[in-house]
Protein backbone atom coordinates (compact mmCIF):
# COMPACT_ATOMS: atom_id res chain seq x y z
CA UNK A 1 0.00 0.00 0.00
CA UNK A 2 1.22 3.58 -1.36
CA UNK A 3 1.68 5.62 1.65
CA UNK A 4 5.47 7.18 0.59
CA UNK A 5 5.70 9.61 -1.79
CA UNK A 6 8.38 9.91 -4.78
CA UNK A 7 11.41 12.53 -4.52
CA UNK A 8 12.60 13.97 -7.40
CA UNK A 9 16.03 14.97 -8.27
CA UNK A 10 17.39 16.65 -11.39
CA UNK A 11 21.37 16.31 -11.54
CA UNK A 12 22.48 18.91 -13.83
CA UNK A 13 21.38 22.87 -14.39
CA UNK A 14 22.49 23.70 -17.42
CA UNK A 15 20.22 24.76 -20.61
CA UNK A 16 17.96 21.80 -20.84
CA UNK A 17 18.88 20.62 -17.43
CA UNK A 18 17.20 23.64 -15.69
CA UNK A 19 13.99 23.49 -18.40
CA UNK A 20 13.31 19.77 -17.14
CA UNK A 21 13.56 20.67 -13.93
CA UNK A 22 10.94 23.63 -15.02
CA UNK A 23 8.66 20.66 -16.57
CA UNK A 24 9.18 17.96 -13.69
CA UNK A 25 8.22 20.68 -10.79
CA UNK A 26 5.27 21.92 -12.39
CA UNK A 27 4.50 18.05 -12.81
CA UNK A 28 5.43 17.05 -8.94
CA UNK A 29 2.30 19.78 -8.08
CA UNK A 30 -0.25 18.68 -9.91
CA UNK A 31 0.87 14.93 -8.83
CA UNK A 32 1.26 15.65 -5.70
CA UNK A 33 -0.13 12.59 -4.72
CA UNK A 34 2.56 10.12 -6.30
CA UNK A 35 5.98 12.90 -5.52
CA UNK A 36 6.83 15.26 -3.47
CA UNK A 37 6.42 18.90 -4.44
CA UNK A 38 10.02 19.80 -4.01
CA UNK A 39 12.49 19.30 -6.55
CA UNK A 40 16.14 19.26 -5.85
CA UNK A 41 18.35 20.23 -8.76
CA UNK A 42 21.44 19.57 -8.50
CA UNK A 43 23.72 22.92 -9.40
CA UNK A 44 27.92 22.74 -10.51
CA UNK A 45 28.55 25.69 -8.58
CA UNK A 46 29.69 28.73 -10.15
CA UNK A 47 30.29 32.45 -9.43
CA UNK A 48 27.82 34.92 -11.60
CA UNK A 49 27.82 38.40 -11.98
CA UNK A 50 24.52 39.94 -12.58
CA UNK A 51 24.38 42.94 -14.99
CA UNK A 52 23.11 46.44 -14.63
CA UNK A 53 20.01 46.14 -16.83
CA UNK A 54 18.96 42.85 -14.96
CA UNK A 55 15.52 42.75 -13.36
CA UNK A 56 17.15 41.26 -10.87
CA UNK A 57 20.21 43.77 -10.30
CA UNK A 58 20.75 44.53 -6.79
CA UNK A 59 22.95 47.66 -6.60
CA UNK A 60 23.81 46.74 -2.91
CA UNK A 61 25.45 43.71 -3.94
CA UNK A 62 26.59 45.67 -7.50
CA UNK A 63 29.05 44.02 -9.68
CA UNK A 64 30.55 41.74 -7.15
CA UNK A 65 30.34 37.71 -8.17
CA UNK A 66 27.34 35.56 -6.08
CA UNK A 67 27.35 32.15 -6.05
CA UNK A 68 24.37 30.72 -9.12
CA UNK A 69 22.41 28.38 -6.66
CA UNK A 70 21.65 31.17 -4.38
CA UNK A 71 20.75 32.83 -7.27
CA UNK A 72 18.59 30.90 -8.55
CA UNK A 73 16.76 29.96 -4.73
CA UNK A 74 16.17 34.09 -4.31
CA UNK A 75 14.96 34.96 -7.87
CA UNK A 76 14.10 31.18 -9.21
CA UNK A 77 15.53 31.86 -12.36
CA UNK A 78 18.36 30.33 -13.38
CA UNK A 79 20.57 33.71 -15.19
CA UNK A 80 23.38 31.95 -16.68
CA UNK A 81 22.05 29.34 -18.23
CA UNK A 82 18.39 29.63 -18.62
CA UNK A 83 17.52 33.45 -18.64
CA UNK A 84 14.48 35.31 -18.49
CA UNK A 85 12.10 31.97 -17.23
CA UNK A 86 10.74 31.70 -14.20
CA UNK A 87 11.01 28.43 -12.61
CA UNK A 88 8.56 27.18 -10.12
CA UNK A 89 9.49 27.89 -6.73
CA UNK A 90 9.35 24.01 -5.88
CA UNK A 91 12.72 23.98 -7.92
CA UNK A 92 15.31 24.15 -5.41
CA UNK A 93 19.04 24.70 -6.32
CA UNK A 94 21.17 22.32 -4.47
CA UNK A 95 25.52 22.67 -4.28
CA UNK A 96 25.71 19.58 -2.91
CA UNK A 97 25.70 16.36 -4.94
CA UNK A 98 25.33 13.90 -2.16
CA UNK A 99 22.78 16.37 -0.18
CA UNK A 100 20.83 16.61 -3.38
CA UNK A 101 20.14 12.79 -4.18
CA UNK A 102 19.98 12.13 -0.50
CA UNK A 103 16.59 10.46 0.05
CA UNK A 104 14.97 10.83 -3.78
CA UNK A 105 13.75 7.95 -5.76
CA UNK A 106 13.60 9.43 -9.12
CA UNK A 107 16.94 10.50 -10.07
CA UNK A 108 17.12 12.95 -13.65
CA UNK A 109 20.49 12.50 -15.16
CA UNK A 110 20.98 15.52 -16.95
CA UNK A 111 24.02 17.53 -17.79
CA UNK A 112 27.21 17.38 -20.57
CA UNK A 113 28.06 13.66 -21.05
CA UNK A 114 31.52 14.28 -20.15
CA UNK A 115 30.80 14.38 -17.03
CA UNK A 116 29.07 11.18 -16.19
CA UNK A 117 31.80 9.13 -14.77
CA UNK A 118 32.84 11.79 -12.24
CA UNK A 119 28.84 11.93 -11.02
CA UNK A 120 28.82 8.91 -10.41
CA UNK A 121 31.29 7.86 -8.93
CA UNK A 122 30.50 10.46 -6.73
CA UNK A 123 26.71 9.79 -5.54
CA UNK A 124 27.46 5.59 -5.48
CA UNK A 125 26.58 4.64 -2.52
CA UNK A 126 24.99 7.75 -1.45
CA UNK A 127 21.46 6.86 -3.05
CA UNK A 128 18.79 4.76 -2.12
CA UNK A 129 19.54 1.62 -3.35
CA UNK A 130 16.15 1.35 -4.99
CA UNK A 131 16.55 4.94 -7.23
CA UNK A 132 15.14 4.52 -10.81
CA UNK A 133 16.63 6.64 -13.32
CA UNK A 134 16.00 8.55 -16.53
CA UNK A 135 19.06 9.82 -18.16
CA UNK A 136 18.69 12.95 -20.56
CA UNK A 137 21.92 13.14 -21.47
CA UNK A 138 22.71 12.45 -25.67
CA UNK A 139 26.11 10.80 -25.93
CA UNK A 140 27.72 7.77 -25.26
CA UNK A 141 30.58 6.84 -22.83
CA UNK A 142 33.97 4.84 -24.84
CA UNK A 143 36.00 3.18 -22.73
CA UNK A 144 38.24 0.15 -23.03
CA UNK A 145 37.64 0.18 -26.68
CA UNK A 146 33.20 -0.17 -26.23
CA UNK A 147 30.77 1.68 -26.50
CA UNK A 148 28.42 2.03 -23.79
CA UNK A 149 24.75 3.62 -23.61
CA UNK A 150 24.55 6.37 -20.72
CA UNK A 151 21.37 4.74 -19.11
CA UNK A 152 23.18 1.65 -19.09
CA UNK A 153 26.32 3.26 -18.18
CA UNK A 154 24.60 4.92 -15.03
CA UNK A 155 22.70 1.93 -14.34
CA UNK A 156 25.16 -0.68 -13.96
CA UNK A 157 27.76 2.26 -11.96
CA UNK A 158 24.77 2.82 -9.59
CA UNK A 159 23.14 -0.68 -9.46
CA UNK A 160 19.52 0.78 -10.75
CA UNK A 161 17.74 0.57 -13.75
CA UNK A 162 17.84 3.86 -15.71
CA UNK A 163 15.84 4.01 -18.51
CA UNK A 164 16.89 6.94 -21.47
CA UNK A 165 14.69 10.53 -22.42
CA UNK A 166 15.63 12.05 -26.10
CA UNK A 167 13.60 13.50 -28.43
CA UNK A 168 13.72 17.02 -30.76
CA UNK A 169 13.94 19.15 -28.27
CA UNK A 170 15.39 22.89 -27.82
CA UNK A 171 15.55 23.78 -24.43
CA UNK A 172 14.60 27.32 -24.75
CA UNK A 173 11.81 26.47 -26.83
CA UNK A 174 10.09 23.79 -24.43
CA UNK A 175 10.72 26.49 -21.01
CA UNK A 176 9.28 29.24 -23.25
CA UNK A 177 6.13 25.93 -23.50
CA UNK A 178 6.14 25.95 -27.17
CA UNK A 179 4.76 22.08 -28.20
CA UNK A 180 6.68 19.15 -29.08
CA UNK A 181 7.27 15.66 -28.64
CA UNK A 182 9.61 13.40 -26.84
CA UNK A 183 10.51 9.89 -26.58
CA UNK A 184 11.33 8.14 -23.48
CA UNK A 185 12.64 4.54 -23.03
CA UNK A 186 11.72 2.53 -20.05
CA UNK A 187 11.21 -0.82 -19.60
CA UNK A 188 9.92 -1.57 -15.91
CA UNK A 189 12.34 -3.96 -14.38
CA UNK A 190 10.27 -7.26 -13.57
CA UNK A 191 10.71 -6.76 -9.67
CA UNK A 192 8.54 -3.88 -9.95
CA UNK A 193 5.89 -4.48 -12.01
CA UNK A 194 3.27 -5.04 -9.04
CA UNK A 195 1.13 -7.77 -10.98
CA UNK A 196 -2.57 -8.63 -9.60
CA UNK A 197 -1.26 -11.32 -8.07
CA UNK A 198 1.82 -10.11 -6.27
CA UNK A 199 4.35 -12.03 -7.64
CA UNK A 200 7.69 -10.30 -8.64
CA UNK A 201 9.78 -11.09 -12.00
CA UNK A 202 13.73 -11.88 -11.21
CA UNK A 203 15.68 -8.75 -9.44
CA UNK A 204 18.24 -8.91 -12.24
CA UNK A 205 19.00 -6.55 -14.81
CA UNK A 206 21.25 -7.37 -18.08
CA UNK A 207 23.48 -4.35 -19.89
CA UNK A 208 24.78 -5.09 -23.57
CA UNK A 209 27.73 -3.24 -24.50
CA UNK A 210 29.08 -2.93 -27.83
CA UNK A 211 31.23 -5.82 -27.79
CA UNK A 212 28.52 -8.10 -26.89
CA UNK A 213 29.43 -8.22 -23.21
CA UNK A 214 27.01 -8.67 -20.74
CA UNK A 215 26.65 -7.66 -17.18
CA UNK A 216 24.22 -7.99 -14.87
CA UNK A 217 22.77 -5.57 -12.25
CA UNK A 218 21.06 -6.66 -9.09
CA UNK A 219 18.29 -4.44 -8.90
CA UNK A 220 16.64 -3.77 -5.74
CA UNK A 221 12.64 -3.52 -6.47
CA UNK A 222 10.90 0.03 -5.54
CA UNK A 223 9.04 -0.94 -2.14
CA UNK A 224 5.27 -1.38 -1.87
CA UNK A 225 4.83 1.62 0.34
CA UNK A 226 6.45 3.97 -2.98
CA UNK A 227 3.99 4.28 -5.54
CA UNK A 228 4.98 2.26 -8.54
CA UNK A 229 7.23 3.00 -11.02
CA UNK A 230 5.73 2.33 -14.45
CA UNK A 231 4.83 3.83 -17.87
CA UNK A 232 2.09 5.45 -16.40
CA UNK A 233 3.87 7.40 -13.62
CA UNK A 234 7.02 8.05 -15.70
CA UNK A 235 4.41 10.10 -18.37
CA UNK A 236 3.04 11.74 -15.06
CA UNK A 237 6.34 13.15 -13.76
CA UNK A 238 7.26 14.34 -17.89
CA UNK A 239 4.38 15.02 -19.63
CA UNK A 240 3.22 18.51 -19.88
CA UNK A 241 0.36 20.14 -22.25
CA UNK A 242 3.35 21.53 -24.21
CA UNK A 243 5.65 18.16 -23.84
CA UNK A 244 4.11 14.98 -25.45
CA UNK A 245 6.05 12.01 -24.37
CA UNK A 246 5.76 8.85 -26.01
CA UNK A 247 6.77 5.63 -23.94
CA UNK A 248 8.98 3.13 -26.05
CA UNK A 249 10.69 -0.13 -25.24
CA UNK A 250 14.05 0.64 -27.17
CA UNK A 251 16.84 2.07 -25.36
CA UNK A 252 19.56 1.34 -27.62
CA UNK A 253 17.61 3.26 -30.49
CA UNK A 254 16.64 6.23 -28.33
CA UNK A 255 20.17 6.96 -26.82
CA UNK A 256 22.12 6.57 -30.23
CA UNK A 257 20.05 8.42 -31.93
CA UNK A 258 20.38 11.31 -29.60
CA UNK A 259 23.82 10.70 -29.17
CA UNK A 260 24.98 10.33 -33.55
CA UNK A 261 22.39 13.15 -34.54
CA UNK A 262 25.46 15.86 -33.06
CA UNK A 263 27.61 14.79 -34.98
CA UNK A 264 25.64 15.21 -38.37
CA UNK A 265 24.84 18.78 -37.05
CA UNK A 266 28.36 19.69 -36.68
CA UNK A 267 28.29 18.57 -40.26
CA UNK A 268 25.35 20.06 -41.25
CA UNK A 269 26.58 23.12 -39.88
CA UNK A 270 30.24 23.47 -41.69
CA UNK A 271 28.20 22.57 -44.64
CA UNK A 272 25.85 25.58 -44.49
CA UNK A 273 28.69 27.65 -43.09
CA UNK A 274 30.87 27.31 -46.39
CA UNK A 275 27.93 28.50 -48.83
CA UNK A 276 25.90 25.54 -49.50
CA UNK A 277 22.46 24.91 -48.92
CA UNK A 278 19.38 23.07 -48.53
CA UNK A 279 19.85 20.24 -51.15
CA UNK A 280 23.64 19.74 -49.56
CA UNK A 281 21.84 19.58 -46.39
CA UNK A 282 19.42 16.72 -46.81
CA UNK A 283 22.37 15.11 -48.39
CA UNK A 284 24.11 15.27 -45.30
CA UNK A 285 21.76 14.24 -42.87
CA UNK A 286 20.64 11.36 -44.87
CA UNK A 287 23.95 9.93 -44.69
CA UNK A 288 24.28 10.96 -41.22
CA UNK A 289 21.40 8.86 -40.12
CA UNK A 290 22.70 6.18 -42.67
CA UNK A 291 25.89 5.99 -40.33
CA UNK A 292 23.75 6.48 -37.62
CA UNK A 293 21.87 3.38 -37.99
CA UNK A 294 24.75 1.39 -39.96
CA UNK A 295 26.37 2.28 -36.22
CA UNK A 296 23.54 0.55 -33.96
CA UNK A 297 23.15 -2.13 -35.84
CA UNK A 298 26.98 -2.85 -36.18
CA UNK A 299 27.22 -2.66 -32.54
CA UNK A 300 23.98 -3.57 -31.08
CA UNK A 301 22.48 -5.90 -33.27
CA UNK A 302 20.16 -8.02 -30.77
CA UNK A 303 18.59 -4.77 -29.19
CA UNK A 304 18.03 -2.00 -31.86
CA UNK A 305 14.40 -1.54 -33.11
CA UNK A 306 14.29 0.46 -36.75
CA UNK A 307 10.82 2.09 -35.66
CA UNK A 308 12.66 4.26 -32.93
CA UNK A 309 14.17 6.06 -35.83
CA UNK A 310 10.41 7.32 -36.83
CA UNK A 311 9.81 8.85 -33.38
CA UNK A 312 11.18 12.49 -32.31
CA UNK A 313 13.85 10.63 -30.78
CA UNK A 314 14.87 9.70 -34.43
CA UNK A 315 14.36 11.44 -37.52
CA UNK A 316 12.63 14.59 -35.79
CA UNK A 317 15.71 15.21 -33.72
CA UNK A 318 18.04 14.93 -36.57
CA UNK A 319 16.00 17.10 -38.38
CA UNK A 320 16.08 19.64 -35.62
CA UNK A 321 19.16 19.40 -34.41
CA UNK A 322 20.68 20.24 -38.21
CA UNK A 323 18.11 23.09 -38.55
CA UNK A 324 18.19 25.22 -35.36
CA UNK A 325 19.81 23.60 -32.41
CA UNK A 326 23.32 25.00 -30.68
CA UNK A 327 25.57 21.73 -33.05
CA UNK A 328 24.37 23.68 -36.04
CA UNK A 329 24.30 27.23 -35.17
CA UNK A 330 27.69 26.90 -33.98
CA UNK A 331 29.55 25.35 -36.31
CA UNK A 332 28.24 27.05 -38.74
CA UNK A 333 29.33 30.02 -37.40
CA UNK A 334 32.95 28.74 -37.32
CA UNK A 335 32.97 28.02 -40.88
CA UNK A 336 31.57 31.05 -41.60
CA UNK A 337 34.04 33.02 -39.71
CA UNK A 338 36.98 30.48 -40.59
CA UNK A 339 37.73 29.54 -36.96
CA UNK A 340 37.96 26.13 -34.81
CA UNK A 341 35.15 25.25 -33.11
CA UNK A 342 36.85 24.82 -29.75
CA UNK A 343 37.32 28.56 -30.18
CA UNK A 344 33.39 29.12 -31.04
CA UNK A 345 32.31 27.30 -28.05
CA UNK A 346 35.64 29.12 -25.63
CA UNK A 347 34.43 32.47 -27.28
CA UNK A 348 30.22 32.60 -27.89
CA UNK A 349 28.74 29.78 -25.61
CA UNK A 350 29.05 31.15 -21.66
CA UNK A 351 29.80 27.42 -20.25
CA UNK A 352 27.10 25.68 -22.64
CA UNK A 353 29.14 22.58 -24.68
CA UNK A 354 28.90 21.59 -27.77
CA UNK A 355 28.30 17.80 -27.35
CA UNK A 356 29.44 16.64 -30.81
CA UNK A 357 32.92 17.71 -30.54
CA UNK A 358 33.60 15.00 -27.67
CA UNK A 359 30.85 12.35 -29.28
CA UNK A 360 32.91 12.80 -32.91
CA UNK A 361 36.03 12.35 -31.39
CA UNK A 362 35.25 9.32 -29.06
CA UNK A 363 33.04 7.51 -31.27
CA UNK A 364 35.73 7.82 -34.43
CA UNK A 365 38.68 6.70 -31.51
CA UNK A 366 36.62 3.48 -31.01
CA UNK A 367 35.99 2.93 -34.92
CA UNK A 368 39.73 3.53 -35.70
CA UNK A 369 40.13 1.04 -33.23
CA UNK A 370 38.05 -1.44 -34.46
CA UNK A 371 39.60 -0.75 -38.30
CA UNK A 372 35.98 0.01 -39.33
CA UNK A 373 36.07 4.00 -39.91
CA UNK A 374 36.25 3.90 -43.31
CA UNK A 375 32.78 2.64 -43.05
CA UNK A 376 31.57 6.30 -41.32
CA UNK A 377 33.21 8.58 -44.01
CA UNK A 378 30.49 11.46 -42.80
CA UNK A 379 31.78 10.80 -39.20
CA UNK A 380 34.97 10.87 -40.27
CA UNK A 381 34.81 13.91 -42.31
CA UNK A 382 33.78 15.76 -39.46
CA UNK A 383 36.36 14.61 -37.19
CA UNK A 384 38.90 15.94 -39.97
CA UNK A 385 37.23 19.54 -39.97
CA UNK A 386 37.24 19.49 -36.29
CA UNK A 387 40.96 18.74 -35.98
CA UNK A 388 41.82 21.58 -38.91
CA UNK A 389 43.22 17.74 -41.68
CA UNK A 390 40.16 18.58 -43.82
CA UNK A 391 38.19 21.33 -44.94
CA UNK A 392 34.76 21.81 -45.50
CA UNK A 393 34.68 22.04 -49.24
CA UNK A 394 36.66 18.62 -49.14
CA UNK A 395 33.25 16.62 -48.30
CA UNK A 396 31.87 15.76 -51.04
CA UNK A 397 34.90 14.86 -52.17
CA UNK A 398 35.29 12.52 -48.97
CA UNK A 399 31.97 11.61 -49.43
CA UNK A 400 32.49 9.73 -52.81
CA UNK A 401 35.81 7.93 -52.41
N1 LIG B 1 20.08 22.46 -24.46
C1 LIG B 1 19.22 21.75 -25.19
O1 LIG B 1 18.39 22.31 -25.95
C2 LIG B 1 19.21 20.26 -25.06
C3 LIG B 1 18.06 19.58 -25.48
C4 LIG B 1 18.00 18.19 -25.37
C5 LIG B 1 19.09 17.51 -24.85
N2 LIG B 1 20.20 18.19 -24.43
C6 LIG B 1 21.28 17.40 -23.82
O2 LIG B 1 21.20 17.62 -22.41
C7 LIG B 1 22.48 17.40 -21.82
C8 LIG B 1 22.77 18.56 -20.89
O3 LIG B 1 22.93 19.74 -21.65
P1 LIG B 1 22.52 21.19 -21.17
O4 LIG B 1 22.03 21.91 -22.38
O5 LIG B 1 21.63 21.15 -19.99
O6 LIG B 1 23.93 21.79 -20.68
P2 LIG B 1 24.64 23.15 -21.10
O7 LIG B 1 25.52 22.89 -22.27
O8 LIG B 1 23.62 24.24 -21.26
O9 LIG B 1 25.48 23.54 -19.83
C9 LIG B 1 26.65 22.94 -19.41
C10 LIG B 1 26.45 22.47 -17.98
O10 LIG B 1 27.60 21.76 -17.57
C11 LIG B 1 27.88 22.14 -16.23
N3 LIG B 1 29.27 21.83 -15.92
C12 LIG B 1 30.39 22.51 -16.29
N4 LIG B 1 31.48 21.89 -15.80
C13 LIG B 1 31.04 20.81 -15.11
C14 LIG B 1 31.68 19.78 -14.39
N5 LIG B 1 33.01 19.71 -14.27
N6 LIG B 1 30.92 18.82 -13.81
C15 LIG B 1 29.57 18.84 -13.94
N7 LIG B 1 28.89 19.80 -14.61
C16 LIG B 1 29.63 20.77 -15.19
C17 LIG B 1 27.54 23.60 -16.20
O11 LIG B 1 27.38 24.05 -14.88
C18 LIG B 1 26.24 23.61 -16.98
O12 LIG B 1 25.16 23.30 -16.12
C19 LIG B 1 23.46 17.25 -22.98
O13 LIG B 1 23.75 15.88 -23.18
C20 LIG B 1 22.69 17.81 -24.18
O14 LIG B 1 23.08 17.18 -25.41
C21 LIG B 1 20.27 19.54 -24.52
O1 LIG C 1 21.52 22.49 -28.96
P1 LIG C 1 22.08 21.14 -29.19
O2 LIG C 1 22.84 21.05 -30.49
O3 LIG C 1 22.84 20.59 -28.02
O4 LIG C 1 20.83 20.15 -29.41
C1 LIG C 1 19.72 20.29 -28.60
C2 LIG C 1 18.81 19.10 -28.73
O5 LIG C 1 19.51 17.90 -28.63
C3 LIG C 1 17.99 19.13 -29.99
O6 LIG C 1 17.01 18.12 -29.93
Not at 291 to 301: L, N, V
Amino acid sequence: MAGRKHRVTVIGSGNWGTTVAKLVAENTREHSDLFEEEVQMWVYEENVVIPSDSPHYDPAVGDAPQKLTSVINKYHENVKYLPKITLPTNVVANPSLVDAVKDSSILIFNLPHEFIGNICKQIKGHILPFARGISCIKGVTVTDDKVELICEYIGETLGIYCGALSGANIANEIANELWCETTIAYNTPPCDRRSSNGADGPDVEKHRDSSGRVSKTKLTPVPDDYPPVDHEEIRKLFQRPYFSVSMVPDVVGVSLAGALKNIVALACGFTEGNGWNATAKTAVMRRGMVETIRFAQEFFPESIQLMTFWESAGWSDMIVSCTSARNWRYSKMAAERGVSLHEIERTELNGQKLQGISTTKEVMSFLRARGVESQYPLFKAVEGIIDGTFKVEDVPKLLSD
